[in-house]
C-alpha cells in the first residue's frame, strides 16, 4: 500500500521541500541497488515478488531538490529562496568527502578511517569490487559523492571503550576517559589481545567479563585493571586496523601511504599512536567534525562556492586542524601482529566472513 519509499534522510527531504527521491549514497546501503548499473536492482526484487513501484528516482550528492515549504518556512521565519540541496546523506559518506586526502600526495593512495563507536576503515574507489575476495572478507561497497564507492570494512570500534567505562561506573569508579587513557598508557603493552570483531564484544552485559572470558578461553592473562582492560581494547583495535588495511593493499594493488582518521575517535591520541605503529604508516588525525564538514561542503559546491571535488578536499584541509602522528619503530608490534593472527576463538573465525 506504499506510494513511496524514502530512507530516513529522504523523508526529512520530503518534509522540507516535498521532493520524493532516493539520495544515492544511503540506497547503496539498502542491498537492492545495482551497484554497477547504478540504479534499483528492480529484476532481484522481482525475483522475490517484491513491489517496486513505489522506489524513488535515485540522486547524488550535491542535487537542489527544491525550496522550503510554505509550513516549514513559517515555523523557522527563513524566507521562500531557501534551498534544501541533498548532501551524501549516508553520515560515512559525507565523513569521507570531509577527509583532507590532499594532505597525503605523493605517499600513495590514502585509507580513512571514521573513528566512533564503530570503525569504518576503507578506501575510496571510482567502481564497486565485486570479487569473490572481496565477498569473503566482508567488504562492503557503499556509494560517495560523485559516483565513487567506499570499499571499507566495518570493525568493532571504541564501543568497546565505551562500554567498559560504562561497567567501571557501575562499580562505582569515577574515571573519565582521559583519566582512562592515561591509565592504558602506563599499563603493560601486549599484556592481552582479542579480537574486536568477536561477537561476544557486540552488546554483552559486562564488557571487562566479555574481554575477561575471550583472555581466558585463549590463554592469556586476564586484565585486572581498568589500564589493563582499555588497553587491550586499544592495541587490539590497532592490530585489527593493520590487518584490514593489509587487506585493502591486496584488493587495491596499490600502496597505501597514510591513514587518516576522522569523527570523534580522531581525538583519542594513544588509540592514533597505535595505529600509526600497528599500520606502520603516518596517521592523520581529523577532522573530529568531518561529517558536518563534507555535509556542508557538497551543499557549497552545489551553490557554486567550491569547484571541483579536488576543491572540497583542499577546503577541508585548510578548514580542519589535523595532527600528523608517525609511527615509532618498534618490533614489538610486529610480534604483537603474529600473535594476534594466531589467535582463533570457537566463537569467531579470523578472516572468514568476519
Known sequence: SADKFLMIPDYLHFKMCGARVGEFTNATTTQFFHPTKKRWSVELLQRFGLPTAMLPEIVQPGTRLGTLLPGVRERTGLHAGVEVIAPATHDTGSAVAGVPGAAVEGRGRLAYISSGTWSLLGVELHEPDLSERAFELNLTNEGGVDGTYRLL?????LWIVQECKRSFAKGGSTSDYPALVRA?????????????????FLNPPDMPAAIADFCAETDQPVPGTEGEFIRCALESLALRYATVLNWLKEMTGSLIGAVNIVGGGSRNRLLNQFTANACRRPVLAGPVEATVLGNVLVQARACGEVGSFADIRRAARVSSEVEEILPEDDASWGEAQHRYARLNSKRYLFGSRG
Not at 153 to 157: T, V
Not at 184 to 200: G, L, M, N, Q, V
Open 184 to 200: 592504558a598508557e602506563a599499563a603493560p603493552a601486549f599484556r592481552s589481545i582479542i579480537h574486536p570483531d568477536d561477537p561476544s
Open 153 to 157: 570494512k566495518n570493525i568493532m570500534g
